[in-house]
């Protein structure tokens, strides 16, 4: 009986501490947190979102840096100029200054869009010189595609300056659309870089360069081409089947 | 909010509903996981084991008193606590077959307060201390006691004799102590 007594008080004393007594520490927010990661509805998915979003930004940037090396335009067999890097010098003067200096441009070196790919733009360039009485190869004239553009000229500044002069006025007048006056001007002066280079090179290895910009199937697109394939995910080939000739001095 | 409707959120593994229930008796199963322990640390592990525990066994629990699913996250409790001390062989049982339940004449731990008794309780060696608090605390008989512990049924009984005896020298030294204070 006292013994039940005793049991009865022990018990009711102890299931009716509702705080930790003085000498005893009880950390509530640390267990919770060990339990709160050890709960079954706590999911790891954030940690995979991250992993996800890192990869595809990697593999985003290998396929950013991919384009970018495409682009790049290969000049005289060695020398790498990127095509996209004078995108706007629409009239500037060529860098040269010599008389009768025989300018030959391979297509393959064009930076041809597919829209403006079309024969009125070799014969407008061609008029274009004919009317400020430059002297053009017979072969250009033939020439009813960009396959290839021979232009000799006295003084290319000369001509370069007529042309200024020129293109305004005609643009008054006739309302060219824009893929005239932009791409094949700018294609132009470009090329007559590799043209003045090709006077330190004898007729075979001219050839041999040639071949080889032939070789390369891929062809270089403006930049506002490539923004496209980056978004679309499409290269074109090239579809030009261009013949060179060379002119010696 | 009512223990039901927590139990009901707490099934659908709610998170909020999870942290209130433990909040709710977060201390008390402490306080019953320290009576069986030997440290805080060890009784916070259990306290996180046994929670877990709950959390998933709450599916197969059919409510039916506030009472009852206290009692059930006791047992849980206790059961986590009596699985750890087997572990680590905490228990060390002198085989008493013929142990008699004996009566101390005096009721001093009546004159104790809760902290004290508490207090008392844990400082016991762990044997004593498990099979006093499944007799008088949990309210175990010694069949089942000799059950949960693989002991026979006169070790259980004189395991408790030892107890009472321990925890009332403890409570004389303490309140003779308390005395020569006084004077």
Sequence with gaps: ?249 | MELLQLIRECKQQGITAQKYLYDLFAVQMFLVCRRYLKSDAEAEEMVQNGFLKIFKGLTGFSYTTDAAFVAWMKKIMINECLQELRKKNSFFMVAEENGVETISGDDVISKLSADEIYRLITQMPIGYRTVFNLYVIEGYSHVEIASILNISEGTSKSQLNRARKILQQSVTQNHLYAERKAK
């Design chain 1, 1 to 249: 009986m006292q013994s039940e007594r005793q049991n009865n008080h022990i018990q009711q004393a102890v299931d009716g501490l509702q705080q930790v007594p003085d000498r005893f520490v009880f950390n509530s927010g640390e267990t919770w947190s060990g339990l709160e990661q050890r709960l079954p509805g706590k999911k790891k998915k954030k940690t995979w979102y991250y992993a996800a979003a890192a990869i595809l930004l990697v593999a985003g940037t290998v396929y950013l840096g991919f384009l970018s090396n495409k682009s790049k335009l290969i000049v005289n067999g060695g020398a790498i100029a990127s095509a996209a890097l004078q995108p706007e010098k629409k009239f500037a003067k060529p860098a040269f200054n010599q008389k009768n200096v025989h300018i030959t441009v391979s297509a393959s070196s064009l930076r041809v869009s597919e829209k403006h790919n079309t024969p009125t733009m070799a014969v407008h360039a061609a008029e274009v010189k004919h009317k400020n009485g430059l002297e053009i190869v017979p072969e250009a004239k033939a020439l009813t595609t960009a396959e290839q553009i021979v232009v000799t000229n006295p003084t290319i500044e000369q001509a370069s300056n007529e042309i200024k002069k020129i293109i305004p006025a005609i643009a008054a007048t006739k309302p060219a659309p824009k893929k005239y006056k932009v791409i094949h001007l700018n294609e132009l002066l470009q090329s007559a870089i590799v043209a003045d280079q090709q006077n330190t090179l004898s007729k075979s290895e001219l050839k041999k360069m040639m071949q080889y910009q032939n070789d390369e199937k891929e062809i270089v697109t403006p930049s506002e081409n490539n923004s496209k394939q980056l978004f679309f995910f499409k290269i074109k080939p090239a579809t030009t089947t261009n013949t060179i000739s060379i002119v010696e001095n």
